[in-house]
């Protein structure tokens, strides 16, 4: 034996195996842990953090919140134990409780002995001879797998536009999805600037402003916000919940988004115009995304009358509370609603009626570089001494490019998506053998109770794998010519929508060179009876190979 071949057989020994590495310790990579580590798969779990919680730990941004359907539906479904033993305050729950909320699961389940936190996924590529990823992190090891399951998060890769000057600020400098964990951020005093008008901007608008000496929101698009309408947790709905949990989820597993009420069948053009503006008065005055999206009128998103006239009245709203005529029309939204992802807010409008507010509008006035001092417009320079970003994120698709994963023949991802985000079922992409995602593209995700579509996902991919090692199955991936039926479907669905028709990030239209694919698979229910269909008829559109696992030498 040569030289080496001993150094190649001394390596590969010193490699850990695994069956399955999962990255990202949010909902979805906790759950994958915990479901496949029951079935009595060896499972390590990366994630580039210090803490569990994914999101919900680098969003901690003032003002973040669960902007679904909160109290005891944003969470894990599958544990009657766990809705039992976890109590949330709040009808929206602010990031701190969902982060306490997931360290609470992490130990109750006891997911910590298999989880390496502040560890990057830098590299992985699939070793076709012996059908296993070997995985390279940020602290220069490599672990080996026959599975590697991408929980990276739709919202994860953070965002900053390319801005001239953008590194020459010499104030504090933020991100929102990439907020300070080790130290309080102070506004008191300070000159702020936030760009960015997306989800975060305008939950942390109102905070920052009611600190700051002086608030600058440089907005590109103006976003149609609706009051959160956030209360203590209804705690007769808690008790019933808990008293009937499979009740509530069953209605969760059949609604379009996996929410715990029925969405209304009354369409927009049902009502008379008095009736329509009494039934968006009701649901204003309750507020958040369920009763003025859901229990108004089922149309909203297929049909543009009703969708008109719905943003119309968002518009009355905006132009009644927002004292300044001229700032009114700045942040009127002339977009279809709800096709970009639908904001709440807790008096982000109101702000602007402060003293120490004032907003950029860029498409009027765009910015024109980044200085050492603050930020400079066509119209002037604005003294700054921090600069948030609310710019969002690459996302759905962003942070699993950044690993940019090695399948068949080494090909990178980076190739195999340059014309399209193409995947089969959602779940797992061409050339990219014993891959699966979770909540990538081509699947519910952003569009879906994540928690819940989360554990439907991992379910599947838990079934999938112990098919394979029932059945002696080395290897799966999408059968030549799958991923292109999947999507016509994809696209046929969405087609049926408004969804298509606004430049969002749902589109990719955020980054700049990104192709332009809507990436979500909006069939709700539809969706997982639809991947339970390729299980239950023998995995329908995968290839597979069997098991031929080499010695290691």
């Given at each position: 034996m040569s030289a080496t071949a001993i150094q190649l057989k001394t390596a590969a020994i010193d490699v850990?195996?695994?069956?399955?590495?999962?990255?990202?310790?949010?909902?979805?990579?906790?759950?994958?842990?915990?479901?496949?580590?029951?079935?009595?798969?060896?499972?390590?779990?990366?994630d580039e953090a210090t803490g569990v919680g994914g999101t919900w730990y680098w969003n901690r941004y003032p003002g973040a919140r669960v902007d679904y359907p909160g109290g005891p539906f944003y969470c894990y479904t599958f544990s009657e134990d766990l809705i039992r033993e976890f109590d949330w305050p709040e009808k929206q729950p602010d990031q701190p409780t969902v982060l306490r909320y997931l360290n609470f699961v992490a130990?109750?389940?006891?997911?910590?002995?298999?989880?390496e936190l502040a560890t990057r996924v830098t590299g992985a590529a699939f070793e076709e001879g012996v059908q296993r990823w070997e995985i390279e992190t940020s602290k220069g090891t490599r672990v080996r797998a026959q599975f590697l399951v991408c929980a990276v998060g739709a919202l994860s890769a953070a965002h900053v536009p390319?801005?001239?000057?953008?590194?020459?600020?010499?104030?504090?400098?933020?991100h929102t999805g990439r907020w300070p964990n080790d130290r309080q951020v102070v506004f008191k005093g300070k000159r702020v600037g936030i760009i960015g008008t997306g989800s975060s901007g305008i939950q942390s608008t109102p905070m920052v402003a009611r600190e700051a000496s002086h608030l600058t929101v440089f907005q590109r698009t103006p976003q149609y916000s609706v009051p959160a309408g956030n209360t203590p947790t209804d705690q007769v709905l808690v008790a019933e919940a808990r008293k009937d949990w499979s009740k509530f989820r069953n209605i969760m597993l059949t609604t379009p988004i996996g929410a715990p009420d029925m969405p209304t069948t009354i369409r927009a053009c049902d009502h008379t115009p008095e009736q329509r503006r009494e039934t968006y008065e009701a649901a204003w005055r309750i507020g958040g995304l369920g009763p003025i999206l859901v229990s108004t009128y089922c149309d909203i998103l297929t049909d543009r009358q009703s969708n008109?006239?719905?943003?119309?009245?968002?518009?009355?709203?905006?132009?009644?509370?927002?004292?300044?005529?001229?700032?009114?029309?700045?942040?009127?939204?002339?977009?279809?609603?709800?096709?970009?992802?639908?904001?709440?807010?807790?008096?982000?409008?109101?702000?602007?009626?402060?003293?120490?507010?004032?907003?950029?509008?860029?498409?009027?006035d765009p910015i024109i570089e980044i200085a050492a001092d603050g930020v400079r417009t066509e119209s002037g320079h604005h003294s700054l001494d921090m600069l948030i970003f609310a710019t969002g994120f690459d996302a759905i698709t962003g942070a699993l490019q950044n690993i940019n994963p090695r399948g068949r023949g080494g090909v990178p991802l980076s190739t195999r998506w340059k014309e399209r985000f193409n995947s089969w079922l959602g779940l797992t992409i061409p050339g990219m053998p014993n891959l699966f995602m979770i909540h990538g593209p081509e699947s519910p995700c952003?569009?879906?109770?994540?928690?819940?579509?989360?554990?439907?996902?991992?379910?599947?991919?838990?079934?999938?794998?112990?098919?394979?090692?029932?059945?002696?199955?080395?290897?799966?991936?999408?059968?030549?010519?799958?991923?292109?039926?999947?999507?016509?479907?994809?696209?046929?669905?969405?087609?049926?929508?408004l969804y298509p028709q606004t430049e969002s990030w749902y589109t990719g239209s955020n980054i700049a060179g990104k192709h332009r694919q809507f990436a979500v698979h909006l069939g709700g229910p539809a969706y997982f009876a639809r991947i339970r269909e390729s299980a239950d008829n023998g995995y329908e559109g995968f290839v597979t190979e069997p098991e031929r696992r080499a010695a290691t030498a």
């Open positions: 850990p195996e695994y069956d399955a590495v999962v990255i990202g310790a949010g909902f979805g990579g906790m759950y994958a842990l915990h479901t496949l580590r029951e079935q009595g798969l060896k499972v390590r779990l990366f130990d109750r389940l006891d997911l910590r002995r298999d989880i390319d801005i001239p000057g953008v590194a020459s600020f010499k104030g504090e400098c933020y008109d006239w719905l943003a119309g009245f968002v518009r009355e709203k905006i132009r009644a509370v927002v004292k300044n005529p001229e700032t009114a029309r700045k942040l009127l939204p002339s977009y279809l609603i709800a096709t970009k992802r639908q904001v709440m807010d807790e008096g982000y409008y109101e702000t602007f009626n402060r003293e120490n507010v004032n907003l950029v509008d860029l498409r009027e952003v569009l879906y109770n994540m928690p819940l579509g989360a554990e439907r996902q991992s379910d599947w991919i838990r079934e999938c794998i112990l098919h394979m090692r029932k059945h002696g199955i080395g290897a799966i991936e999408p059968a030549p010519g799958a991923d292109l039926v999947w999507a016509k479907e994809v696209e046929e669905i969405a087609n049926q929508s």
